[in-house]
Nanobody, 124 residues
């Protein structure tokens, strides 16, 4: 079992930056692909970014490319999502996920473990 705990969410203004963290505990997640998903009110959960265990392969959904950066520190069992130029439409609960994902980084069904989520609210 892997436990994931997200942190770093909050209320920011449009144009601000924010960094989310997700720390894994339990069975090491260093071999897992880590992903960030988000769910806005009234909408389905959608992928945001993912990173493979080595940190060399990353995935970003089109709307955040060039604005968000996913990184990981396996020594700390932590994955980060650096978000810049935030917009009100980025408002959502952001979830961290882990899984033995080799392809289909954006498919939530490929991930086995999920955190409880952290709220990100971007005001206009």
């Amino acid at each position: 079992q892997v436990q994931l705990v997200e942190s770093g969410g909050g209320l920011v203004q449009a144009g601000d930056s924010l960094r989310l963290s997700c720390t894994a505990s339990g069975n090491t997640a260093s071999g897992y692909t880590m992903g960030w998903f988000r769910q806005a009110p009234g909408r389905e959960r959608e992928p945001v970014a993912a990173i493979d265990w080595s940190g060399r392969d990353t995935y970003y959904t089109r709307s955040v490319k060039g604005l968000f950066t996913i990184t990981r520190d396996n020594a700390k069992n932590t994955v980060y999502l650096q978000m810049s130029s935030l917009k009100p439409e980025d408002t959502a609960i952001y979830y961290c996920a882990a899984g033995n994902v080799k392809r289909g980084y954006g498919l939530d069904s490929n991930y086995d473990y999920w955190g409880q989520g952290t709220q990100v609210t971007v005001s206009a």
